[in-house]
């Protein structure tokens, strides 16, 4: 315990918020959650269920009318063939990841971990015995893992590569070229997989996200999809995720879920299911919200000098080099966010809790009007 970091993102949120109540007038660009509302067919749907008495136990594994949604869902976008039996629903994608890597990895087990990461991919390995290898990427390349740069890091030990795209946090989309290529390292190296699509749908300018396993032929028996509600339906509170692998596997994380945990929530599996069987509008207005977004904040930080981003294909990051104004004084990304933050009033989270030094994450997931007063003091601050 004494050695398991905590969240970045969350440590950063507490302290905005404890400005906040104070009196201060923070700006929070820090934690990676939609602004928006739930739906309301979904709030409905959780109310109902409610009211039906659906407040007990469920499997293990979810209900099974949300897990043939999820399969349902993943079919129709992915079209690979998917069963129930594959999916298994977990209390968040959080821990539909710790699952997986629990269910996957003896000790000492390497991970490919292209930085920058997620903050909690690393410490999640390590919970779960294994060993995070971070490979370094570069801005020139979009933050894009390379297949030479995967292949030259592979060793005996070697057991698994972690994938997330749209990614969190630089807010980058492979193309099915650049993931197929590392599909092709895998099947050579016999490597699992663990795709984090949580962002999936949260694409721009016409994009499409392609799913990994769907890539090349093999991928499917290697792979385990990870995805949830969270972002796409604005439902980070609901804690709802889920795991799509194969039967076997789904059945061990099945298994470990109903030691650890017993079930996700009940409501929140019927509010899940709501979202997915439902309406999906909310969905799109809420990309094309956040495609504006994206837009107002590349131009402006692209506009200040010494700044440089990569192409931001969806999620609602931008993470963003400030190694020049680090040099002027000095310091670390950690030590300017504390600094902006005492100064300026607006919460980032530096690149250092994301593998990455030298660069900070900004979340787009706030009003156009918070987004133009945040940038004004960013660029304040950088020329200051």
Same mark, same amino acid.
């Given at each position: 315990m004494a050695s398991l970091e905590p969240s970045a993102t969350l440590a950063m949120a507490a302290r905005a918020q404890a400005l906040a109540a104070s009196g201060i007038d923070v700006i929070d660009l820090s934690v990676g959650e939609p602004d928006f509302p739930t739906p309301p067919h979904i709030c409905a749907a959780a109310e109902a269920a409610i009211r039906a008495g659906r407040t007990k136990y469920t499997p293990a594994a979810g209900i099974p009318d949300l897990r043939k949604a999820v399969a349902a869902d993943y079919a129709r976008r992915s079209g690979l063939a998917v069963t129930p039996g594959q999916v298994v629903v977990s209390n968040g994608a959080k821990h539909a990841l710790h699952n997986a890597f629990t269910a996957l990895l003896d000790e000492g087990d390497e991970v490919v971990v292209p930085a920058p990461y997620w903050v909690s991919y690393a410490e999640l390995v390590k919970l779960s015995g294994g060993r995070p290898v971070l490979l370094e990427t570069r801005i020139e390349d979009d933050f894009k893992l390379r297949p030479e740069a995967l292949r030259a890091a592979l060793t005996p030990r070697t057991r698994m590569l972690l994938l997330c795209s749209p990614s969190n946090p630089t807010g980058v989309v492979y193309t099915p070229d650049e993931l197929g290529s590392l599909g092709?390292?895998?099947?050579?190296?016999d490597l699992a997989v663990i795709a984090d699509e949580i962002y999936d749908q949260l694409v721009f300018?016409?994009?499409?996200?392609?799913?990994?396993?769907?890539?090349?032929?093999?991928?499917?028996?290697?792979?385990?999809?990870?995805?949830?509600?969270?972002?796409?339906?604005?439902?980070?509170?609901?804690?709802?995720?889920?795991?799509?692998?194969p039967e076997p596997l789904a059945k061990?994380?099945?298994?470990?879920?109903?030691?650890?945990?017993?079930?996700?929530?009940?409501?929140?599996?019927?509010?899940?299911l709501a979202a997915l069987t439902g309406p999906q509008e909310c969905v799109a207005e809420m990309c094309r919200a956040f495609q504006k977004r994206r837009d107002l904040v590349a131009g402006r930080l692209a506009a200040i000098p010494g700044v440089r981003l990569p192409e931001i294909g969806g999620a609602?990051?931008?993470?963003?080099?400030?190694?020049?104004?680090? #040099?002027? $004084?000095?310091?670390s990304s950690a030590h300017w966010?504390? %600094?902006?933050? +005492?100064?300026?009033?607006? /919460?980032?989270?530096?690149?250092? #809790?994301? $593998?990455?030094?030298?660069?900070?994450?900004?979340?787009? %997931?706030?009003? +156009?009007?918070?987004?133009? /007063?945040?940038?004004?003091?960013? #660029?304040?601050?950088?020329?200051?």
């Open positions: 092709d390292v895998a099947l050579e190296a300018d016409g994009r499409s996200s392609p799913s990994f396993p769907t890539l090349r032929p093999g991928l499917v028996d290697r792979t385990v999809v990870v995805a949830g509600v969270s972002k796409t339906y604005s439902m980070t509170g609901w804690r709802i995720g889920w795991t799509i692998c061990a994380i099945g298994n470990l879920q109903s030691q650890e945990t017993s079930n996700p929530s009940s409501i929140s599996q019927h509010a899940a609602f990051y931008a993470f963003f080099d400030i190694r020049s104004a680090l #040099a002027r $004084g000095g310091i966010c504390e %600094a902006l933050l +005492e100064k300026e009033h607006v /919460a980032l989270v530096a690149g250092s #809790a994301f $593998g990455a030094e030298g660069h900070v994450r900004m979340s787009f %997931a706030a009003s +156009e009007e918070k987004l133009a /007063a945040g940038l004004d003091r960013i #660029a304040r601050f950088l020329g200051a």
